[in-house]
T-cell receptor
Framework: GQQLNQSPQSMFIQEGEDVSMNCTSS?????WLWYKQDPGEGPVLLIA???AGELTSNGRLTAQFGTTRKDSFLNISASIPSDVGIYFC??????????WGAGTKLIIKP | DVKVTQSSRYLVKRTGEKVFLECVQD?????MFWYRQDPGLGLRLIYF???????EKGDIPEGYSVSREKKERFSLILESASTNQTSMYLC?????????????FGSGTQLSVL
């Protein structure tokens, strides 16, 4: 099945740094979602985006729905230890099926 | 809060065994899903169901079957487990209609097939 291109695959950062990750697709989506998976748990929805150009925040997290409708971005400001985990992007296609990225693993250097 | 409960966190089975993974949700959601998660591959959809006794194949249904006899319960069955089915299995549910893109996941079952 189709998969989104999510990058980077992993990130090693210092506590306090800002983080950026993105997802791109060859297809247009009408909805983009960002999920986070804590170690040992299932993914949890962070942010949902429904309109091209939309910018939505959830605490220190900000996500954007790209204007071409083929990409989305997630930024985390001033990272803290509990931000570690795997971040997944997902797009809702025209058949109302979710298409997933492979995930970005965030690791915070001690 | 929506709760999706998977019956086992860890499971070890032998090649050729029949394996049942159980999932129950308590929020009366119509839609239920089974994914497998492998490092570097993200989440891949195995099967999903939009209603009781209804099932649809996802992207990787081979070697799996499902059962949905009650609205709250969705079971994944490995008819004859193989080592390449060693993986993390995630169950999820969602409502129908507006908001159906918002999936609620269980904590996962890490299955090892020896």
């Amino acid at each position: 099945g189709q998969q989104l291109n999510q990058s980077p695959q992993s990130m090693f950062i210092q506590e306090g740094e800002d983080v950026s990750m993105n997802c791109t697709s060859s297809s247009i989506f009408n909805t983009w979602l960002w999920y986070k998976q804590d170690p040992g748990e299932g993914p949890v929805l962070l942010i949902a985006l429904y309109k091209a150009g939309e910018l939505t925040s959830n605490g220190r997290l900000t996500a954007q729905f790209g204007t071409t409708r083929k990409d989305s971005f997630l930024n985390i400001s001033a990272s803290i230890p509990s931000d570690v985990g795997i971040y997944f992007c997902a797009g809702l296609d025209s058949n109302y099926q979710l298409i997933w990225g492979a995930g970005t693993k965030l690791i915070i250097k001690p | 809060d929506v709760k999706v409960t998977q019956s086992s966190r860890y499971l070890v089975k032998r090649t050729g065994e029949k394996v049942f993974l159980e999932c129950v949700q308590d929020m009366d959601h119509e839609n239920m899903f089974w994914y497998r998660q492998d490092p570097g591959l993200g989440l891949r959809l195995i099967y999903f169901s939009y209603d009781v006794k209804m099932k649809e194949k996802g992207d990787i249904p081979e070697g799996y079957s499902v059962s949905r006899e009650k609205k709250e319960r969705f079971s994944l069955i490995l008819e004859s487990a193989s080592t390449n089915q060693t993986s993390m299995y995630l169950c999820a549910s969602s409502v129908t209609g507006a908001g159906n893109e918002k999936l609620f996941f269980g904590s996962g079952t890490q299955l090892s097939v020896l």
